[in-house]
């Protein structure tokens, strides 16, 4: 055997012989209030006991639940920890945990007939994600673009109304913005993911016309000003008319005097003849 071949050789045994030490390590997730089930798939028809072991990054090795039918036909779950929420199958050895808070995370291992099993179980349990809020940050620089902030410590996914997925900028102390830019569009929107291993959620739309409140004034200005326009003409001609005929009242009163007084100087000129 060549040199090469025989380090080689000594590598991979040793990286299999510390594989075998330390054990597979199966990474599961649960919700806080959830479920979580794991464990072994099929069982030798010998096995005589199982014990599930937990163990806490803070606390000892603990039993989770145990079963050993030579001592007791029914399960014991002996820690107050896992009373009443955890269920074990004794055909698959499949563990089974509910009502689930952040103290049942940890490494837990199996026993069967004794023997510790290799394949080990990492159990990181995760309160679910909040519904996010998008914060709107004027940019005084620039009035046709603004930031929108997602001020959260799990994994963030922008996008918007194309459905496209946006990148975002670190933000500190914590989360992500993105800068977005006037489109002309007022139903063009934001929105914000929030995710982690067991569980998301989504932010309520935030829509341009709402960036942008100057957007939609061209609107506003479209029908106000005809209809202020029209309502100037409608008072301006209610008020020529009125005084249009005020003065044709004058005129014709003033007119009927004239005639009056002609009339009575006529007939004074009369009498005074005779």
């Given at each position: 055997m060549t040199p090469l071949k025989y380090l080689t050789t000594l590598i991979c045994f040793v990286f299999i012989a510390i594989r075998a030490a330390s054990g597979e390590v199966r990474n599961e997730f649960g919700e806080v209030g959830g479920e979580v089930s794991f464990g072994s798939t099929s069982l030798n028809p010998s096995v005589s006991s199982i014990i599930w072991k937990h163990r806490s990054s803070t606390g000892p090795v603990v039993k989770a639940i145990e079963w050993d039918p030579a001592e007791d036909p029914d399960v014991s779950i002996p820690n107050p920890r896992f009373k009443d929420i955890t269920t074990l199958n004794e055909k698959t050895g499949e563990i089974t945990i509910t009502n689930l808070t952040v103290e049942h995370s940890g490494f837990y291992t199996i026993d069967i007939n004794s023997k510790e099993q290799?394949?080990?179980?990492?159990?990181?349990?995760?309160?679910?994600?909040?519904?996010?809020?998008?914060?709107?940050?004027?940019?005084?620089?620039?009035p046709n673009a603004v930031n929108l902030k997602c001020e959260y410590?799990?994994?963030?996914?922008?996008?918007?109304?194309?459905g496209e997925t946006l990148k975002g900028s670190p933000h500190?102390?914590?989360?992500?913005?993105?800068?977005?830019?006037?489109?002309?569009?007022?139903?063009?929107?934001?929105?914000?993911?929030l995710k982690n291993a067991v569980s998301e959620s989504t932010s309520d739309p935030v829509y341009e016309r709402d960036l942008f409140e100057e957007s939609g004034l061209w609107w506003i200005a479209l029908i106000v000003i005809p209809v202020l326009i029209l309502a100037l003409f409608v008072l301006?001609?209610?008020?020529?008319?009125?005084?249009?005929?005020?003065?044709?009242?004058?005129?014709?009163?003033?007119?009927?005097?004239?005639t009056l007084t002609l009339r009575c100087n006529k007939l004074s000129s009369l009498y005074t003849n005779i």
């Open positions: 290799e394949q080990r179980f990492s159990l990181t349990v995760m309160a679910p994600v909040p519904k996010p809020v998008i914060k709107i940050e004027k940019i005084e620089m620039n410590n799990e994994t963030i996914i922008w996008k918007n109304s194309a500190t102390p914590k989360g992500e913005l993105i800068t977005a830019e006037k489109k002309g569009n007022p139903d063009v929107f934001y929105t914000c993911t301006l001609y209610k008020f020529w008319t009125k005084s249009h005929k005020k003065q044709y009242n004058l005129a014709s009163e003033g007119k009927h005097v004239i």
